[in-house]
């Protein structure tokens, strides 16, 4: 059976943990003025993929492996700037520049599976 090539899969997943950090971002956003709220991100890409890839896993959930239907965990942010007087660590341009980066990242994965689609689609020969 056709086994979809890892460039491809590891464009999925980075276009998938794009769009789980943009959640992460709108809901950071969404509590810029919640007391107490702190602001949260999700872990870099590359160390999870990184870590997916030492593990072998041989089934999906085996090790804990993040499939691409598994949710991404967001972590709180220890980069964030001191807290507001009420307790809140959101900086709205700090999230705004987060969303920035994301769109570049979910653009290089789209960008990345579509050049993977097309030298797929020149090697068979359509």
Do not use: C, W
């Amino acid at each position: 059976m056709f086994d979809i090539p890892d460039v491809m899969r590891m464009a999925q997943g980075m276009a998938r943990h794009a769009a789980a950090r943009q959640v992460v971002i709108a809901e950071n956003i969404a509590h810029a003025d919640t007391p107490g709220y702190r602001a949260r991100d999700l872990p870099d890409f590359g160390k999870t993929y990184a870590q997916a890839r030492a593990m072998a896993a041989t089934r999906p959930g085996h090790l804990g492996v993040a499939f691409p239907n598994q949710p991404i965990s967001s972590v709180t942010d220890r980069d964030a700037p001191a807290r507001a007087p009420n307790g809140n660590t959101v900086s709205l341009e700090r999230e705004m520049m987060r969303t920035a980066q994301n769109r570049q990242s979910h653009d290089m994965a789209l960008a990345v599976y579509s050049s993977a689609r097309g030298i797929l689609r020149a090697a068979l020969g359509s």
